[in-house]
Every structure is written in C-alpha cells, then in structure tokens.
C-alpha cells in the first residue's frame, strides 16, 4: 500500500480556516486520494476524496497539488464539531479492497 | 438504513474469558471489514468478507481470534481466552464495491481486558 505522512496534530481557532497536508510521494497513477475523519469515540467516517481535480463538498474542500504528490484538506470555517483526527488515505480499489490507516492529524479546535 | 450498527458498545471481562461482537452492515453492502484501534493509533485491519466469503486476515489475528459472517449479512468476531493486550476498540466497516464514498464504519466496541 501507498504510505501518506501528515502532521501529528495542528490547532487552529474558531471560526477560522484549516488546512491539512498530507504527502503521499510514492502515489500511483490510479490512486485516489481519500480524507476520512474521527471524533471521540466515534469510528471513522468519510469527509472527501479526489484524483487530480480539486473537489469540494458540504463538509470540506480537498486540494491536489499538480504532480499528485500531496495534497490538502481545506475546512473553509472550522467549529468545535470538526474537533477529531483525520486521515488521508490512498485507495485504488475504493470499496473493494481494506483502507490502511496512518496515525493521522490530530485537529484541536480553539474557542 | 440506519448505518452500521455494532453490539454491544461496551465489553469488559475477565482475562481468559471468551467475548463475542457483533456488526450488522449496511444492506445492501457486499463488504464487511473489521479493524482493532488502540490509544493513539489510527485502525490497524484484521480481516474482511466479501458476502459470506472470509477473503484476508491480518497476521494480527491469531489462532485465538474467528470471525464469521453467516449468510452474508452480519458477521461476528469472537475472542478466545482473552488477554490483557486485546484491550481496543474493535470497528466494522462495510463498503460497496466501486462506490468511492463507499465505506461506512459503525461506532465500534470498546473490549476492556482486565
């Protein structure tokens, strides 16, 4: 499996915008950048995913850097519910095969 | 539906006793995963199913670990002579293959091996 690295934890205040890396140098042609978040003492669920374009939804933007070496999570105006850890994960075969997990971005939001 | 449900939330038994979790996918899911959790970690994959079909186990599963996904619906994974160092959270997740949001973890069970 392709490996990301993220920061182990970021801060960021209320109300403010949030970026979140993730580097994924070894990436394949057919991988597909995945983000999926987890609050407390709930499992993981799905925020975003992309391939080469930049795609936004309700809950977060996801940026792709050119050469698809990194990327970027983008929650345009954070409150304490995004409070949680995220992952960025590199699946191929999404909903055929497991997701690996790393330690993920541990996000505190600050009042 | 109302996603993946697991049972039960909360599991503390004694060392040596077997325990069993339960997981009930989302319907129309032909995947079933299960993953442990501990402090500070991200999940790490035990196994999964493609309907009844046990298809990869993890090495982290030892010969103390089954799971079982009966009919293709909801699956269950039992412990045997628990040990101190099973104490996780122990997710599912099940998926839709070729859905690219596809995969929807339940809340998981907390095992507490004391």
């Known amino acids: 499996d392709a490996k990301t690295t993220q920061p182990n934890s970021m801060e960021s205040n209320e109300e403010e915008p949030v970026h979140l890396p993730c580097n994924h140098s070894t990436i394949s042609g057919t991988d597909y950048i995945h983000w999926y978040r987890q609050l407390p003492s709930q499992g993981p669920e799905y925020v975003i995913h992309?391939?080469?374009s930049n795609v936004n939804n309700r809950m977060a933007s996801l940026a792709i850097a050119e050469d698809r070496k990194s990327s970027t999570l983008i929650l345009h105006r954070a409150t304490l519910r995004d409070a949680a850890v995220y992952y960025c994960?590199?699946?191929?075969?999404?909903?055929?095969?497991?997701?690996?997990f790393g330690t993920g971005t541990r996000l505190t939001i600050i009042p | 539906d109302t996603g993946v449900s697991q049972d039960p939330r909360h599991k503390i038994t004694k060392r040596g006793q077997n325990v069993t979790f339960r997981c009930d996918p989302i319907s129309e899911h032909n995947r079933l995963y299960w993953y442990r959790q501990t402090l500070g970690q991200g999940p790490e994959f035990l196994t999964y199913?493609?309907?009844?079909?046990?298809?990869?186990k993890s090495r982290l599963l030892s010969d103390r670990f089954s799971a079982e996904r009966p009919k293709g619906s909801f699956s269950t994974l039992e412990i045997q002579r628990t040990e101190q160092g099973d104490s996780a959270m122990y997710l599912c997740?099940?998926?839709?293959?070729?859905?690219?949001?596809?995969?929807?973890f339940g809340s998981g069970t907390r095992l507490t091996v004391v």
């Open positions: 994960i590199l699946s191929s075969n999404f909903g055929n095969e497991k997701l690996t």
């Open positions: 997740a099940s998926s839709l293959g070729g859905r690219k949001d596809g995969y929807t």
């Open positions: 199913f493609q309907n009844e079909a046990q298809l990869e």
């Open positions: 992309g391939l080469t």
